[in-house]
C-alpha cells in the first residue's frame, strides 16, 4: 500500500537572502546602529549641546539635533519600519527588508523601541514567508 501525494502541489522556496545580502544587510545595520548610537549619545543627550540649541544657536548640530528629536517624538522611525516589514511581509523582498531593518534599529535606540520591535519580529516573520514567484 503506498499513498501517493498527487493533490498536493509541491512546496515553495522560502524567502532566503543570499550570503551577499547578509552582508549588505549587516553593513547596513552596523551603519544605521552607529549613526543611531552617535546622534543619541553625542548630540541628543549631550547637555552642552541642548543648552547651546535651546538658548538659540543656529549651526548644523542643532537643526539635525531638532530634526530628529522632531522625528523620534512623531514616532516616525517606528511607522518606517512597521511600513517596510508590513511590505516585506505581503510581498518579500531585499530592499524592503534592507529599509525595515534600518528604520528598526534606528527606532530601537532613538526611542521608537515598540513599533521598532514589533517591525523587528515581522522581519524575521517574513523570512518564513514564500519566495515570489519567478525569482
Known amino acids: 500500500m503506498t499513498i501517493e501525494k498527487e493533490d498536493e502541489a509541491p512546496a515553495r522556496a522560502l524567502f532566503v537572502p543570499s550570503r551577499r545580502a547578509w552582508i549588505l544587510f549587516a553593513a547596513l545595520g552596523l551603519v544605521a ?10 548630540i ?3 547637555t552642552p549641546i541642548g543648552l547651546a540649541c ?32 508590513g511590505v516585506q511581509l505581503w510581498r ?25 520591535a514589533l517591525a523587528v519580529a515581522l ?8 519566495a515570489p514567484e519567478g525569482r
Not at 33 to 42: E, V
Request: aromatic content about 8%; charged content about 15%; hydrophobic content about 60%.
Open 92 to 116: 518579500p523582498n531585499r530592499v524592503a527588508f534592507a529599509v525595515g531593518l534600518v528604520a528598526a534599529l534606528l527606532g530601537l535606540v532613538l526611542y521608537n523601541t515598540r513599533a521598532s
Open 33 to 42: 546602529l552607529g549613526a543611531a548610537l552617535f546622534l543619541r549619545y553625542s
Open 123 to 130: 522581519l524575521v516573520l517574513s523570512l518564513a514567508r514564500p
Open 44 to 46: 541628543i543627550q549631550n
Open 54 to 85: 535651546e538658548a538659540g544657536e543656529e549651526s548644523l548640530t542643532c537643526k539635525v539635533r531638532l530634526t530628529v528629536i522632531l522625528m523620534f517624538v512623531q514616532d516616525t522611525f517606528g511607522w518606517i519600519a512597521m511600513i517596510a516589514a
